[in-house]
């Protein structure tokens, strides 16, 4: 998924396909997440994960 921000513009500007590839990529550009917001997502998931472990291993002791 974090490749798929850098590929699109490619595709976009790639004058070997069809215009109409060309637009949808174009399209999915502009709805896509970029790298960082894939990265970010990844991050907070890990942060939320580590803090919900931290509170399981609170309520043992």
């Keep these: 998924m974090a ?3 850098a590929f699109l513009p490619e595709l976009a500007r790639d004058t070997e396909v069809p215009e109409r ?3 949808n990529s174009h399209f999915l550009l ?3 997440p970029t ?3 894939v990265l970010q997502a ?3 998931a ?3 994960e580590v803090e919900k472990e931290a509170e399981t ?3 043992r002791n």
Excluded: P
Aim: aromatic share 10%; charged share 25%; hydrophobic share 15%.
């Design 30 to 32: 502009r709805h896509s």
């Design 3 to 5: 490749q798929t921000h």
């Design 35 to 37: 790298k960082y917001d």
């Design 42 to 44: 990844g991050l907070n």
């Design 46 to 48: 890990y942060i939320q």
């Design 21 to 23: 590839v060309r637009q």
């Design 57 to 59: 291993k609170g309520q």
